[in-house]
């Protein structure tokens, strides 16, 4: 059904008109041409699709778009203030936990709400935070080093 | 000297080349290597298909010094995320005295680039790399020599800083790159490669700067094929088989038809539906009803091993040396046992994926491949069109481990746009991902080796299944020796082995014959009673082994013991793409029978490392992501029909598994870069399997190393 939804995208207030059923990836992806989100596997099990919703990590590949009515969303494009990277962003960077760079943004959405809820995790508490994202290249033991350095500050 | 040309640049069009180029210098290089002309020839009237035309037909690769002095590289290599982008950059910037920031690369577009057979085998800097090294310098000579006429001095005062030229220590006598090749059209084809810095005057190469993909990859601007976007792109889901080898009775696409804003196409065995949202190309895919007749199989991954031996192909004789019968006789002690491995999945986080747009008679496909050119080839084949119509651009690859040298994704959503005459997206779901994978090849290793009464190994009688003999040379001193290959990776043979299809893995083969040969090993110094890496040691001669061993052992605290020692240590060792790696893992095991990996420690001879950290950035993925096929990842079938089909059922190495990685490089400056993406994954298996055995006594010969197999093997021993 098609329906009209607003809500907060990257601290902008957004409208859009469309199926509410749809998923909020694929909306991300198509009609607002954020394409930073991932699609990696559609079921909640790689976390290439995570975005933060009011301060949540969240997959975004099964959520109805209507779930995020009224609510703030972050995706990886609005992580950086203009040419100022995040701190996690610089990082991942920095740290060499970046390889082929496409679970890279569902990582750092994942983390950035970890840190949100826990400033200063432990490297214990990140590894079990960070367990359901997926990294192929393997890059795991410099993606938690990353998040440690900031997590420190 | 802007009149100065060879003879092959003479041939060319030289004036439509450096039009499409856009001035300045030119170098075209070969690479010239056994490696690069094993991968075969490039077919006539490949690469180059745009305005390209008119480059010589034997280059590789070309680099350009812009007439703004940026150096640009053009390269069929592609960036998957091993980090060759950065790494060859650092090689042309280093040899030119320029920044990084100067050199772009543009990597794997068939309109701009050579021909390349594809970016595999861990080549792009052992191969490719001296070779654009070679023209850097070239390029260097080129300039020096305009330099010198410029600025009037001796060519042998000149000194280059950051892409400006100095006479001498007269910092007012200078003129930059930019300044020398404005309004310049100058070609040359690399024909005397003149020497390339000794390692003494590097610059850059051997540093480690932040990966040049870096800063788009966190800030997602690095675009993958799926995230273009073209105005009335159309999203296209294809109707799948249930089965390899199934066919197609019956398709009701009534419903599909109906489904507002769906288009579906029907030809020639291509049944598809595409939509402006790709949810809702997905639903009306649904509405399909579809039969098919799919063949009976009773083949699945526990009896595929008993086939595969039986269909085998007769075996290849490879590495023959002394004589099996004497160093059976020569030997006090025998030992014999077969190694297993099932099928594995490339499993990359990004789905193969392609988008297609036909222009004026044109068609573009950008394409998740490690192939562009060969895409390229079969694209124009399959469509019947010329391959100078067809352009591939290899966007970002979102990792690809061998399985993305082969896909169909590509071949349809080319067809698919030709039909429509629409930009068309074909990007697989995770389901189709594993379905239609080209998984690492189930293998079969078989070993008798025999030590004489000193426990010097005296016979090594080594036959292997559908694997291939990469990483079985054998380097342990064995007078007695003798490889048989049955089939490789690349294929079953001429008997259609497998039920679906295989190809080359991280590593192709070399994974399980590592695994098998350093099983092995270790088998023998537990009967003899010697500690493993003394054993090791006491049969191997080769220098580069010695050192990575040892300075393995070292950085891990190493103390000889008699296996199994109860604490849980193994080692293992190998060569790949011309690397040496030792690696001592350090596991525990818990009363379900699960290993838990604790300390893995690597250490590795790669020749000059171009990037340091780049390089120990692979050795750590190679480690996490061995994990995978040491300790969980195995496909499950029936006969063609593909049982996983996501991450629930394929466990790939997740943060939990993460041991402490310490791994390094044992530095060889005497020898050029040699392969650094795979050789560290190949000793993975065979620690840990060592490992196992050291902690309960234990020896499990087939990968995974599931508790299951491990318990069986506990109650059987």
Redesign the interface.
């Known amino acids: 059904m098609t329906e009209t939804i607003t809500f907060k995208l990257n601290g902008k207030s957004t409208t859009i008109t469309v199926d509410g059923d749809?998923?909020l990836l694929?909306v991300l992806?198509?009609d607002l041409?954020?394409?930073?989100?991932?699609?990696?596997?559609?079921?909640y099990?790689?976390g290439?699709c995570t975005v933060v919703i009011d301060r949540e990590a969240v997959r975004s590949c099964m959520l109805p778009v209507r779930e995020v009515r009224g609510k703030e969303v972050t995706?990886?494009?609005g992580?950086?203030k203009g040419d100022q990277?995040h701190p996690l962003?610089?990082a991942?960077?920095?740290h060499?936990a970046?390889?082929?760079?496409?679970?890279?943004?569902g990582m750092?959405m994942n983390a950035y709400a970890l840190l949100l809820r826990n400033p200063k995790a432990t490297r214990e508490q990140i590894?079990?935070g960070?367990?359901?994202?997926?990294?192929?290249?393997?890059?795991?033991?410099?993606?938690?080093k990353a998040i440690e350095s900031v997590a420190a500050r | 000297m802007g009149k100065t040309e060879s003879s092959i640049a003479a041939k060319l069009d030289r004036r439509d080349f450096m039009k499409f180029v856009g001035g300045g210098l030119v170098i075209f290089f070969t690479v010239e290597s056994p490696a690069e002309a094993a991968q075969g020839a490039r077919p006539k009237g490949f690469g180059f298909g745009g305005p390209g035309g008119g480059a010589p037909p034997d280059v590789n690769a070309y680099l350009r010094i812009g007439e703004d002095g940026k150096i640009t590289v053009f390269t069929g290599k592609i960036e998957?995320?091993?980090?060759n982008m950065t790494a060859l950059a650092q090689m042309a910037a280093d040899e030119l005295d320029v920044p990084l920031e100067s050199v772009h690369m543009i990597m794997g577009d068939t309109d701009l680039c050579p021909w390349d057979m594809g970016t595999f085998g861990s080549m792009s800097i052992r191969i490719f790399g001296p070779a654009l090294r070679s023209a850097a310098a070239e390029a260097r000579a080129v300039l020096l020599e305009m330099a010198a006429e410029q600025l009037k001095v001796d060519k042998g005062r000149l000194k280059i800083e950051k892409g400006v030229i100095y006479s001498g220590s007269d910092r007012q006598s200078r003129v930059t790159y930019a300044q020398l090749t404005k309004g310049q059209k100058i070609t040359r084809k690399l024909e005397q490669k003149p020497a390339p810095k000794p390692v003494s005057q590097f610059t850059l190469i051997g540093q480690s700067p932040?990966?040049v993909?870096?800063?788009?990859?966190?800030?997602?601007?690095?675009?993958?094929t799926?995230?273009l976007?073209f105005p009335g792109l159309m999203?296209a889901k294809v109707l799948r088989p249930p089965a390899h080898g199934a066919t197609l009775k019956s398709a009701d696409t009534s419903e599909a038809d109906k489904y507002p804003g769906a288009t579906v196409i029907n030809q020639d065995g291509l049944i598809a539906v595409l939509h402006?949202?790709?949810?809702a190309a997905e639903k009306a895919l649904d509405t399909i009803k579809a039969e098919f007749d799919v063949p009976e199989s009773t083949l699945d991954e526990n009896n595929i091993f008993e086939h595969l031996v039986k269909v085998a192909a007769k075996p290849q004789e490879l590495e023959r040396k002394g004589d099996l019968a004497a160093g059976e006789k020569a030997s006090a002690t025998l030992f014999e046992a077969e190694y297993l491995n099932g099928y594995g999945a490339?499993?990359?986080?990004?789905?193969h994926t392609a988008v297609a747009k036909m222009e004026g008679g044109k068609l573009t496909v950008w394409i998740s491949t490690q192939t562009p050119f060969p895409a390229q080839q079969e694209i124009a084949r399959t469509l019947g069109m010329q391959p100078d119509k067809v352009r591939v651009i290899t966007p970002?690859?979102?990792?690809g481990?061998g399985g993305k040298s082969t896909g169909l994704q590509a071949l349809e959503a080319a067809r698919l746009a030709k039909i429509t005459g629409k930009p068309v997206q074909v990007?697989y779901?995770?389901a189709e991902e594993f379905f239609y994978d080209s998984f690492r090849p189930a293998a079969i290793v078989r070993i008798k080796s025999g030590v004489d009464a000193n426990g010097k190994m005296c016979l090594w009688d080594y036959h292997v299944y559908y694997a291939g003999s990469r990483a079985a040379e054998q380097f342990y001193d064995v007078p007695h020796n003798l490889m048989r290959t049955y089939g490789s990776w690349m294929g079953g043979g001429a008997t259609k082995a497998h039920p679906f299809a295989t190809g080359a893995w991280r590593a192709p083969g070399a994974n399980i014959n590592v695994f098998a040969r350093e099983s092995q090993i270790d088998i023998m110094a537990a009967r003899l009673k010697v500690d493993p890496l003394e054993f090791r040691l006491k049969n191997c001669s080769d220098a580069r082994m010695r050192r990575v061993l040892e300075a393995a052992a070292e950085r891990f605290g190493y103390k000889p013991a008699v296996g199994p020692s109860g604490r849980g240590i193994g080692i293992a060792c190998g060569i790949d793409a011309e690397s040496y790696v030792a690696e001592i893992a350090e596991i525990s095991v818990d009363k379900g029978n699960d290993i838990k990996v604790r300390r893995i420690v690597a250490a590795q001879d790669m020749g000059v490392a171009v990037n340091p950290?780049?390089a120990i950035?692979q050795m750590?993925?190679?480690?996490?992501?061995g994990l995978g096929y040491t300790l969980s990842e195995d496909i499950r079938f029936k006969g063609g029909k593909i049982l996983t089909a996501?991450?629930?059922d394929y466990s790939?190495?997740?943060?939990?598994n993460?041991p402490e990685?310490d791994a390094f490089l044992v530095r060889n400056d005497d020898l050029p870069p040699k392969g650094g993406g795979e050789p560290a994954i190949v000793p993975v298996g065979g620690a840990i399997a060592n490992a196992l055995f050291d902690a309960i006594g234990v020896r499990v010969f087939q990968m995974p190393l599931t508790p299951e197999r491990i318990a069986r093997a506990a109650k059987n021993a």
């Open positions: 749809r998923k694929w992806r198509t041409g954020l394409t930073g989100t991932k699609y990696g596997c559609g079921r099990l790689c290439a995706t990886i494009e992580l950086a990277l962003q610089k991942f960077a920095e060499g970046v390889q082929c760079g496409f679970c890279t943004p750092i590894i079990a960070m367990e359901d994202n997926l990294c192929r290249c393997s890059a795991h033991q410099r993606i938690v | 998957q995320g091993q980090g932040v990966r993909d870096a800063i788009e990859k966190v800030t997602g601007k690095a675009r993958f799926g995230d976007r999203y402006e949202d790709p949810e490339h499993a990359s986080i990004e789905t970002y690859v979102g990792g481990f990007s779901n995770r950290t780049g950035m750590e993925g190679c480690i996490m992501m996501n991450f629930d790939v190495p997740k943060f939990s993460l990685i």
